[in-house]
């Protein structure tokens, strides 16, 4: 019980929880978008992942800044500099699962749930180590 109590008061935990929310909030938009546009339409991964990469950075971009870092972020001197690096950010996420996706799917020809996958998992870690040391520092 004291263990629960530390981390409901402990800020690093308190923003991975949000983060996590946010976080799966936006993957799900990219997923959901990616799995329609290729999967139910048929469009090429690329423009899947672009059209799922556009709407999920607007979910993320939301939460973060208002929500997950919004302490931080209120003291932030120069907001521009801030988004900018959010979306660079983005940006190299965005990169790693295009990575992933050409793996996946052009290299390894596998389900495309795998890829999902990564696009879950593994690529939000960076992204949370970037977030908190260097966009809203």
Known sequence: MKLLRELAT??????????????????????????????????????????GFCLAFLVSYLGQFHWTFKEQAIQLTDKRSAFVKFFKTALLGF????????????????????????????????IFVLNKFWVFK
């Open 10 to 51: 402990n800020r690093l935990f308190q923003q991975l929880v949000s983060f996590s929310i946010v976080g799966v909030g936006a993957t799900l938009t990219h997923a959901v978008i990616f799995n329609l546009v290729f999967q139910q339409l048929q469009f090429h991964h690329f423009i899947a992942n672009i059209l």
């Open 95 to 126: 990169a790693v699962n295009l990575f992933w996706s050409f793996i996946i799917l052009e290299f390894l020809q596998l389900h495309h749930y795998y890829y999902l996958a990564l696009l879950t998992f593994v690529t939000p870690i960076l």
